[in-house]
């Protein structure tokens, strides 16, 4: 195949749309298109206010401000997208499955196949198609399947090229990857195919950073490291509920193991808990995946990831209701922070979602804040887990516009996301207009224990 011209992305979420834009504006001599079934969607990516692009990420303004409309464009015409790409993306959501087989566990791949259909029958030129969606081993193999029996005579190269990014700092990932991570067939057309994707990203990131694998080790590769940033999550979170026993402060310990360089001190800071659209998802996959093959033993020790993580935010809500005399029942507690880490308005798997449940069913009355998170997003996210009726959770969970608004005569202050804001509110303020005795309790260590203690407050730190 001849050098690329034209990519088509299907999918315009978290991973398609910046992703795209950054290949756009890294390659002005590429042709990219974002196309996606969701109308509204697109149409946001395509709002002349770049504040109300459906995704917030630092950056992401200023890039898609400089490509759209140059060589970055977005539409709901799929088909016109992939015949006119030479290249096509797949970048669509994988959820756990929520049915059947697999249920809770093995990821739901029928928007992969529903793509792969489409493209098998739209196309009718060769095409490189690469996996860019989190998908398990050997997803390449079926997507292949798939379009090697449309019966048109069209070749299709398939490769695997996970992404490893960060919400919050998805550009800066983007524009500066630890790596880039390519998965294809050892053929002649498979070893092209890759050497086609390696020099789009060639344009920016060096050659020793673009690594080219087999597809199974490339979608492998993938589960693995997600798996390995969220067991260490875990890990300093089980010694956090053990320093609060004794005595012992948990970012001590983590500074102490974090210079040993054969451990690092990245991903080491305890919190109530991860959350995103990653890491759960992938461990759960990884963990049917190994129960597929029979590896029992391989599942439970990754399953534990998942539970200890489940712990931390059962723990914390817990540490909540004990504080506050074994009774939440029409207290007023609010909420600062919903997106599960900032510097994203994502709030999937959200440790603040399940905290939240957690009290409302104490009958706690929840006023919450997020400089991000819309209204309904937040509703949506409650009603999602069907704890309670769609109107029992609007009467008891109040969503505000200000952290001032949220503190007006509470009892409690719950820090559930880092939003760097929460550091430098007036402290002093928020202590005079909450009820006495005033307690705050940060799940993000990120407050000033001694400054808060002095204004006044009963606090909590976990890890402390």
Request: charged residues 25%; negative net charge.
């Amino acid at each position: 195949m001849s050098e690329i011209k034209t990519i088509c992305c299907i999918g315009a979420g978290y991973v398609g749309g910046p992703t795209m834009a950054v290949i756009a504006q890294k390659c002005p001599h590429i042709k990219v298109l974002v196309v996606d079934i969701n109308p509204q969607r697109i149409k946001a990516w395509n709002e002349d206010d770049l504040d109300k692009l459906p995704i917030y990420e630092p950056g992401l303004k200023e890039v898609v401000a400089e490509a759209r409309g140059r060589n970055l464009f977005f539409s709901t015409n799929i088909e016109a997208g992939i015949q006119a790409a030479e290249m096509i993306f797949i970048s669509v959501n994988t959820p756990t499955k929520t049915y059947g087989k697999g249920k809770g566990q093995a990821a739901d791949l029928k928007y992969v196949e529903l793509c792969a259909r489409t493209i098998g029958d739209v196309a009718t030129s060769d095409k490189i198609v690469v996996e860019k969606s989190t998908l398990p081993v050997r997803t390449a193999q079926a997507i292949k399947n798939i379009l090697e029996n449309t019966g048109k005579g069209v070749q299709f190269d398939i490769l695997s090229n996970p992404e490893f990014l960060a919400e919050g700092t998805a550009i800066s990932d983007l524009m500066d990857p630890d790596r880039v991570l390519i998965g294809g067939a050892d053929t002649p057309s498979g070893k092209k195919a890759k050497n086609a994707l390696s020099a789009i990203y060639a344009n920016w990131v060096p050659e020793e950073r673009i690594l080219q694998t087999n597809l199974w080790s490339s979608e492998l590769s993938k589960l693995v490291a997600n798996a390995f940033l969220a067991q260490r999550i875990s890990s300093i979170n089980s010694i956090s509920a053990l320093c609060e026993k004794t005595d012992a402060n948990i970012d001590e310990v983590a500074n102490a193991i974090g210079f040993d360089s054969r451990i690092g001190p990245k991903f080491l800071r305890a919190s109530v808990g991860f959350g995103g659209s990653c890491f759960q998802k992938d461990i759960l996959n990884l963990v049917y995946i190994a129960k597929s093959f029979g590896l029992q033993e391989v599942a439970d020790y990754w399953e534990q990831v998942i539970v200890l993580n489940d712990y931390q935010k059962r723990r914390f809500a817990d540490k909540i209701i004990s504080t506050l005399y074994n009774t939440v029942s029409g207290k007023k507690i609010a909420i600062y922070g919903w997106a599960f880490k900032k510097d994203t308005n994502d709030t999937r798997e959200s440790a603040a979602i399940y905290v939240a449940d957690a009290l409302l069913d104490e009958r706690a009355e929840l006023t919450v804040y997020d400089p991000q998170v819309s209204q309904n997003r937040i509703y949506e996210d409650l009603d999602a887990l069907g704890t309670r009726s769609p109107e029992e959770n609007r009467r008891l969970l109040t969503v505000v516009h200000s952290p001032l608004d949220a503190i007006e005569k509470a009892h409690a202050v719950a820090v559930l996301t880092e939003w760097d804001e929460f550091r430098s509110l007036n402290w002093k303020e928020i202590y005079t207009r909450m009820l006495k005795p005033s307690f705050v309790f940060d799940g993000r260590r990120i407050l000033d224990t001694k400054e808060l203690t002095e204004i006044g407050f009963k606090n909590y730190t976990i890890g402390e």
